[in-house]
């Protein structure tokens, strides 16, 4: 049986904890705390993205490029 999966774009602040939680996994090389945070932000927006970026930055300290750079790998 085939089940249709529709993505549910994510709200602002469950997009901001996704990030603050793939940060907080990456500070520990926490790999499955990574992919909690990033199967979030996955149906984020960009614009949202951007935003919870901004917030983590923000709120700990990280710089986006330190950010942009944990999201490339």
């Given at each position: 049986m085939y089940h249709r999966t529709?993505?549910?774009t994510p709200t602002q602040q469950a997009a901001n904890g996704a990030m603050e939680i793939f940060i907080g996994g990456s500070r520990t090389e926490n790999i499955p705390q990574m992919l909690v945070g990033l199967s979030v932000l996955q149906s984020a927006t960009e614009a949202?993205?951007?935003a919870a970026m901004q917030f983590v930055h923000t709120s700990q300290g990280v710089t986006i490029a330190e950010i942009e750079a944990l999201l490339a790998r």
């Open positions: 529709h993505a549910i949202q993205v951007h």
